[in-house]
């Protein structure tokens, strides 16, 4: 398949003066790369309509798609349309298709742009195709002025919206407007180095001769980081040559300098969490994970996703479920639109700040939609069926070895009527070893580095570190050992005060 390639043009001048930032070029090249499309330039031009029509005609010689973003309102500064005309030497014509339906949103006189300037959306290039990303095309007043209006194309220049907002939704239906029968997928791979990047050039050097051609690499340093300072790209059309690059540059870089880490631990979840017999864990954690995965799967199929929610309080526990949860919900609704999963989390009266950035973190990452409530947990309980009745259901992280849980079965119903879906045959160091090993939530490791004396966390008044985890360094002085190196699980609730 031919290389399909793009290029965009952002309009504004008050980009090139820094009074807005634009984002709209960034949310464009992610799409367009999972499409199979490589943007090879980005522009900002002026409200100009000489300079649109300039960058306009070199970019549509140049590559198979162009995007403008900005310029297309009512007012004086919105050139956009002057400016496509003028690139194709055309005039601007009115557009009644357009005018109607600008009307449906801006009501005014039908006859002329002076008595409404709305309608000067409607004053197009005359070659102009009109591409619908709603199908039914119905124009209510209750709908979205951007779900029911048009985008423009004229040639190969596909002209988008600058509110960020409505830039995000049409590229967010952006089928329609490339109609590309079939597309490459770029397959990503991502190598994290402990080591500046300096280091490894030779290593990185030997690797990019040899899969010329199959493969780019791309190396950028991270300064602050706290665990790496060097993360490589391996990117190829080719997920097999992909996955052989990044095997050789990890043989050939200095031992103990890979760096275990993952960016983006929902979108892995369902490929780790499914294909987690290929990862390096103990077939006992093997056995547990399988085990938790049917537990969830049996809660999901009993319950609709709006009747159930998590239980997340940001502990190791809840983690490994959270991940769980993520890729069985995911599976799940596969071919649904991505909705948030309904999230309670239950505060302590004097919370670690590091666990509420951690909980604000791991609801972005994982499209959590987050109550927060104060505890106790059966009061707070109380207090969100009463406001939600219907909640059934809720998914909660507990271990055989958590206290007053030695008993419990995977559903149980308490006297609130709420069933509570719990997954509780991993242990201690089964969830230590979930959570570090095989590239999986290593989010939390931030996490775990500024709190890695305590095993168990209350809140900051009645949590202390664990006396179990003290050893005597080589110098005398008195340390203690991270908290996921406790195997004993009688001894994890030991800095609980």
Avoid at 141 to 168: A, H, K, Q, T, W
Avoid at 408 to 418: K, P, S, T
Avoid at 434 to 449: H, I, K
Wanted: charged content about 20%; proline content about 4%.
């Amino acid at each position: 398949m031919s290389d399909l390639t793009a290029g965009i043009i952002v309009i504004g001048d008050e980009v090139l003066k820094g009074q807005v930032m634009d984002t709209n070029s960034h949310v464009l090249c992610k799409r367009l790369r999972a499409c199979g499309i490589s943007v090879r330039k980005v522009v900002v031009v002026a409200d100009d309509t000489s300079e649109i029509a300039e960058e306009v005609v070199k970019f549509s010689r140049l590559y198979s798609f162009v995007f403008t973003s900005g310029g297309i309102g009512p007012t004086h500064d919105d050139v956009t349309y002057e400016g496509l005309a003028k690139a194709f030497n055309e005039p601007l014509v009115f557009n009644k298709e357009m005018a109607r339906i600008v009307l449906e949103f801006y009501p005014g006189s039908e006859r002329s742009v002076k008595e409404n300037p709305a309608l000067k959306i409607a004053q197009v290039p005359k070659s102009s195709e009109l591409i619908y990303l709603n199908a039914n095309r119905s124009t209510k007043i209750s709908d979205n002025f951007i779900s029911i209006m048009p985008v423009v194309r004229v040639s190969n220049v596909i002209i988008l919206p600058g509110i960020p907002e409505y830039f995000e939704y049409v590229v967010n239906h952006i089928n329609p407007l490339l109609n590309v029968a079939s597309r490459r997928t770029f397959y990503t791979l991502h190598l994290y180095l402990n080591q500046d990047e300096i280091f490894v050039i030779s290593a990185l050097n030997s690797s990019v001769d040899r899969f010329k051609g199959l493969v780019v690499f791309g190396s950028y340093p991270v300064l602050g980081h706290k665990y790496y300072a060097t993360r490589i790209t391996i990117e190829s059309v080719s997920k097999q040559a992909a996955y052989d690059a990044f095997l050789y540059l990890e043989s050939k870089v200095s031992e103990g300098s890979v760096v275990k880490w993952n960016n983006d631990p929902r979108s892995s979840a369902v490929e780790d969490v499914y294909n987690i017999g290929r990862s390096s864990f103990s077939a006992n954690l093997l056995q547990r994970v399988a085990e938790s995965t049917k537990v969830i799967e049996n809660c999901l199929d009993r319950y609709d996703s709006s009747e159930l929610f998590l239980s997340f309080n940001g502990g190791k526990d809840c983690t490994v479920l959270l991940h769980l949860v993520s890729a069985v919900f995911q599976k799940k609704h596969a071919h649904s639109k991505s909705q948030a999963l309904r999230t309670v989390y239950i505060q302590c009266s004097d919370p670690f700040p590091e666990v509420e950035s951690f909980i604000a973190e791991s609801a972005e990452r994982y499209n959590l939609d987050v109550i927060c409530m104060s505890s106790p947990i059966k009061v707070a309980l109380e207090k969100l069926l009463l406001k939600n009745p219907n909640l059934k259901a809720v998914l909660m992280g507990t271990r055989r070895t958590d206290p007053y849980s030695e008993t419990l079965n995977h559903f149980q119903v308490y006297a609130y009527r709420l069933v509570c879906c719990t997954v509780y045959n991993h242990l201690l160091h089964k969830i230590s070893e979930y959570l570090f090993g095989n590239n999986v939530c290593e989010e939390c490791l931030e996490t775990v580095a500024r709190l890695c004396r305590y095993t168990s966390l209350g809140s900051r008044a009645n949590t202390e570190p664990n006396p179990a985890l003290l050893y005597t360094a080589g110098d005398g002085s008195v340390k203690h050992y991270p908290a996921y190196l406790l195997e004993d699980g009688s001894l994890e609730r030991d800095g609980r005060i």
